[in-house]
């Protein structure tokens, strides 16, 4: 049976039970009953928090997983979804009713392992510093005439960090297919976060963003289920509409395959893939970050090291084995908050939407490279980090200015 | 921890192998004949380049097929992908078309906020 890295890694995963097909699985009581074999959702992270003395699972989240979390049963197919422990599994698969059970993958965005209120209190982010953006932007280079890929959780398009920076925002239905309409909004925090650092530009003199003149096609792919087809949905649109670069702070726990074979695709069509490694620690990462061929992003802190939830992974394969390529700023980001104002993230999610701003900048400076030139020059001009195995942080933290002096 | 997940291969059909996703598998296996899945087949690449006014052949078959079965169905040209929702009679029908490389459930999971 698939294990799900999740289980293994975080105490509990999705569980899918499959329900017995002989008439002995079916009807409401038997629902119920499956139903209350999955622990109450609230009492599972809250006893994981305990348990872990770990920030990784936010009081707020604990809150909110009691309403959203609980199992539901989706009686057309036979199967009970919903969230479980290994006791929580066991005592699954030993319900009469349950022919099988398994942890499922999820996809979804990759959590930030700590969120913050935050003001900005300097003109630069320790991000934007670090990687030395000012340097490319004195030299007229601000991401103008590039899109950039933006699927996540949504943006919010009022904030005045985005005033502008949108060229289009989408939503897709259960088929992929782009609702008529759809206007920019976040449908939780962490879009608007990494919007702004891929583009944001200046408010009252004080920068988040890496690329402010750089455009997004920004798209809410990650609510309301059928998820696949809605990641579907929108790498379509930004395939047709010739975007470059698609930045994707989202994944599935361990690895997971479904979406190996479209990625492929999409480094066939000469889109750089920036993806997150995840945030569950050395030995652990995220599909697709973790295929070959992508440019996987893992977070460092701003004394250059690597943050210890930050995903690192080798891969018994001939190409790319060693996961992630590189790592950005992910500690203490600041970016925008949806309603206004800013706030902190901790998470590969917020290093990757460095990287994207940063091909950004590249590309309107050399719009001819290929999405492999651009990797190949990032991997080459990182800064080495020290005091740690190699496979934590791959190339190193990438440096712009140089990887464009390679280009 | 790496996880492995041992793709199983559906036929030698025509000659070729595809892949099918376990947990595809397992739903067409379980569910009743006019039970809904909602699946994503991926097609043999025919790059991008094709894609124009004119449909490709894996769309016009997919399109021909729901003439004649309750496919709900949306094709993406660029990726050369398919999004239907259909039962699971229809789907293998789906399945056994020229062109499928691999096939997957269309997440029933819901985001958690």
């Given at each position: 049976?698939?294990?799900?890295?999740?289980?293994?890694?975080s105490?509990?995963?999705?569980?899918?039970?499959?329900?017995?097909t002989d008439?002995?699985?079916?009807?409401?009581?038997?629902?119920?009953?499956?139903k209350?074999?999955?622990p109450?959702?609230?009492?599972?992270f809250?006893?994981?928090?305990?348990?872990r003395?770990?920030?990784?699972?936010?009081?707020?989240?604990v809150?909110?997983?009691?309403?959203?979390d609980?199992?539901?049963?989706?009686?057309?197919?036979?199967?009970?979804?919903?969230?479980?422990?290994?006791?929580?599994?066991?005592?699954?698969?030993?319900?009469?009713?349950?022919?099988?059970?398994?942890?499922?993958?999820?996809?979804?965005?990759?959590?930030?392992?700590?969120?913050?209120?935050?003001?900005?209190?300097?003109?630069?982010?320790?991000?934007?510093?670090?990687?030395?953006?000012?340097?490319?932007?004195?030299?007229?280079?601000?991401?103008?005439?590039?899109?950039?890929?933006?699927?996540?959780?949504?943006?919010?398009?009022?904030?005045?960090?985005?005033?502008?920076?949108?060229?289009?925002?989408?939503?897709?239905?259960?088929?992929?297919?782009?609702?008529?309409?759809?206007?920019?909004?976040?449908?939780?925090?962490?879009?608007?976060h990494?919007?702004?650092?891929?583009?944001?530009?200046?408010?009252?003199?004080?920068?988040?963003?890496?690329?402010?003149?750089?455009?997004?096609?920004?798209?809410?792919?990650?609510?309301?289920?059928?998820?696949?087809?809605?990641?579907?949905?929108?790498?379509?649109?930004?395939?047709?509409?010739?975007?470059?670069?698609?930045?994707?702070?989202?994944?599935?726990?361990?690895?997971?395959?479904?979406?190996?074979?479209?990625?492929?695709?999409?480094?066939?069509r000469?889109?750089?893939?920036?993806?997150?490694?995840?945030?569950?620690?050395?030995?652990?990462?995220?599909?697709?970050?973790?295929?070959?061929?992508?440019?996987?992003?893992?977070?460092?802190?701003?004394s250059?090291?690597?943050?210890?939830?930050?995903?690192?992974?080798?891969?018994k394969?001939?190409?790319?084995?060693?996961?992630?390529?590189?790592?950005?700023?992910?500690?203490?980001?600041?970016?925008?908050?949806?309603?206004?104002?800013?706030?902190?993230?901790?998470?590969?999610?917020?290093a990757?939407?460095?990287?994207?701003?940063?091909?950004?900048?590249?590309?309107?400076?050399?719009?001819?490279?290929?999405?492999?030139?651009?990797?190949?020059?990032?991997?080459?001009?990182?800064?080495?980090?020290?005091?740690?195995?190699?496979l934590?942080?791959?190339?190193?933290?990438?440096?712009?200015?140089?990887?464009?002096?390679?280009? | 921890?790496?996880?492995?997940?041992?793709?199983?291969?559906?036929?030698?059909?025509?000659?070729?192998?595809?892949?099918?996703?376990?947990?595809?598998?397992?739903?067409l296996s379980?569910?009743?004949?006019?039970?809904?899945?909602?699946?994503?087949?991926?097609?043999?690449?025919?790059?991008?380049?094709?894609?124009?006014?004119?449909?490709?052949?894996?769309?016009?078959?997919?399109?021909?097929?729901?003439?004649?079965?309750?496919i709900?169905?949306?094709?993406?040209?660029?990726?050369?992908?398919?999004?239907?929702?259909?039962?699971?009679?229809?789907?293998?029908?789906?399945l056994?078309?020229?062109?499928?490389?691999?096939?997957t459930?269309?997440?029933?999971?819901?985001?958690?906020?």
């Amino acid at each position: 049976m698939a294990q799900s890295g999740s289980l293994s890694v975080s105490g509990y995963s999705l569980v899918l039970a499959f329900h017995r097909t002989d008439g002995v699985g079916g009807g409401a009581a038997v629902a119920t009953s499956v139903k209350a074999c999955f622990p109450n959702p609230a009492k599972l992270f809250m006893d994981l928090r305990t348990a872990r003395a770990t920030k990784a699972v936010s009081a707020s989240y604990v809150k909110r997983a009691a309403a959203a979390d609980a199992p539901i049963t989706y009686p057309n197919l036979g199967i009970t979804l919903g969230y479980a422990d290994a006791g929580g599994l066991k005592r699954i698969k030993s319900h009469p009713g349950i022919a099988a059970a398994y942890p499922a993958p999820l996809l979804q965005h990759i959590r930030p392992v700590r969120v913050a209120a935050a003001k900005l209190t300097q003109k630069y982010t320790w991000g934007l510093k670090r990687l030395n953006v000012p340097k490319l932007w004195a030299q007229g280079l601000t991401g103008n005439g590039v899109l950039v890929g933006h699927l996540d959780t949504g943006m919010d398009g009022k904030h005045p960090a985005l005033k502008g920076r949108i060229e289009d925002f989408a939503e897709w239905d259960f088929l992929g297919r782009k609702k008529p309409t759809a206007s920019p909004h976040d449908s939780a925090d962490h879009g608007t976060h990494t919007a702004a650092t891929i583009c944001g530009v200046a408010v009252k003199g004080q920068h988040v963003g890496v690329a402010p003149g750089a455009k997004l096609l920004s798209g809410l792919v990650i609510e309301g289920g059928n998820t696949t087809a809605r990641i579907l949905g929108g790498l379509e649109w930004l395939v047709a509409n010739d975007v470059r670069i698609v930045s994707m702070s989202l994944g599935y726990p361990g690895y997971e395959p479904v979406f190996l074979e479209l990625v492929k695709r999409l480094i066939s069509r000469n889109m750089l893939p920036v993806f997150a490694i995840g945030n569950e620690g050395p030995n652990t990462s995220r599909s697709p970050g973790n295929y070959p061929g992508t440019l996987a992003i893992g977070a460092v802190d701003d004394s250059d090291h690597t943050a210890a939830f930050s995903g690192s992974q080798h891969f018994k394969r001939k190409g790319d084995p060693d996961k992630p390529d590189v790592v950005a700023p992910g500690v203490d980001v600041i970016s925008a908050k949806p309603g206004g104002g800013y706030q902190s993230m901790d998470g590969t999610s917020m290093a990757t939407p460095h990287m994207a701003g940063a091909a950004a900048l590249l590309l309107e400076a050399k719009p001819q490279a290929t999405a492999q030139q651009l990797m190949d020059a990032f991997e080459k001009s990182c800064d080495a980090i020290t005091g740690e195995p190699a496979l934590r942080h791959g190339a190193g933290l990438i440096q712009p200015e140089r990887a464009l002096a390679l280009l | 921890m790496r996880k492995k997940r041992a793709k199983r291969v559906v036929g030698p059909a025509g000659g070729r192998r595809r892949k099918i996703d376990p947990r595809l598998q397992q739903a067409l296996s379980r569910a009743a004949a006019d039970a809904t899945i909602d699946a994503v087949i991926m097609f043999r690449d025919q790059g991008k380049g094709a894609v124009g006014t004119k449909k490709s052949g894996p769309e016009k078959a997919v399109e021909q097929l729901a003439r004649t079965e309750p496919i709900e169905y949306n094709f993406f040209p660029n990726l050369g992908a398919v999004a239907v929702r259909t039962n699971s009679r229809a789907l293998k029908k789906l399945l056994d078309l020229p062109d499928v490389t691999t096939a997957t459930v269309n997440e029933l999971s819901r985001e958690s906020p």
